[in-house]
């Protein structure tokens, strides 16, 4: 069955921390897409990765092929950072069906 | 941000009511999606569409049907809305496929069936 898991469920941290957030998955993917989803409800695409590593800011995605797993860290953490992140997957070439992680939820403090 | 909006934003109806959510994107893209949100589930992809007229079966698309006769429109209905139906639905857009690209959300739609 393809699923993905992500951990924790619920992460809490101090203002510049540095922060990382797991996914792991079932089988093979082709892509792996990291979201945000803010307080308000409000979902924006933060990666979209297949190979290697990814850097936007202060945040940055990798993922492991042969290990199945990927993970977003966020340096100099801030509490505009505190949101839901989730991972999807896409499980296969032939399809561009996405498979979600329940999400992580983090609460940067000041 | 991309020009994806979701009407209505808000609706209550009764069970055994037809619904029928729009979503519309001002973007040109190609590859449109329907997600329902549950705590607990996360988000569930319920049909996608990959051009006019071309749809597809997503993990929860029992009980609802979609259509896609503009690029820019895709449509959502619930032909007799049952309460396990009530949930926050999303709308997607993407230039490619999920295997290439990332995807645009739309603000959501929150449903609740009586």
């Known amino acids: 069955k393809n699923e993905v898991e992500q951990s924790p469920q619920n992460l809490t941290a101090q203002e510049g921390e540095f922060i990382t957030i797991n996914c792991s998955y079932s089988?093979?993917?082709?892509?792996l897409h990291w979201l945000q989803q803010h307080p308000g409800g409000g979902i924006v695409s933060l990666f979209m990765?297949?190979?290697g590593k990814k850097k936007h800011g202060r945040l940055i995605a990798t993922i492991n092929i042969q290990e199945k797993h990927s993970s977003l860290h966020i340096t100099a953490s801030h509490p505009r950072d505190s949101a839901v992140y989730i991972c999807?997957?896409?499980?296969?070439?032939?399809?561009?069906?996405?498979?979600f992680g329940t999400g992580t939820r983090l609460q940067v403090f000041p | 941000d991309a020009g994806i909006t979701q009407s209505p934003r808000h609706k209550v109806t009764e069970t055994g009511t037809p619904v029928t959510l729009r979503c519309h994107q001002t973007?040109?893209?190609?590859?449109m999606y329907w997600y329902r949100q549950d705590p607990g589930h996360g988000l569930r992809l319920i049909h996608y569409?990959?051009?006019?007229?071309?749809?597809d079966k997503g993990e929860v698309s029992d009980g609802y049907s979609v259509s896609r006769s503009k690029t820019e429109d895709f449509l959502l209905t619930l032909e007799s809305a049952t309460s396990s139906q009530t949930s926050v639905y999303f709308c997607?857009?993407?230039?490619?496929?999920?295997?290439?690209?990332?995807?645009?959300f739309g603000p959501g739609t929150r449903l609740t069936v009586t």
């Open positions: 997607a857009i993407g230039e490619q496929g999920a295997r290439y690209y990332e995807q645009y």
């Open positions: 089988v093979g993917i082709s892509a």
């Open positions: 973007e040109n893209h190609r590859y």
């Open positions: 990765l297949s190979s």
């Open positions: 999807a997957a896409c499980f296969s070439y032939n399809t561009d069906k996405l498979i």
């Open positions: 569409s990959y051009g006019v007229k071309d749809t």
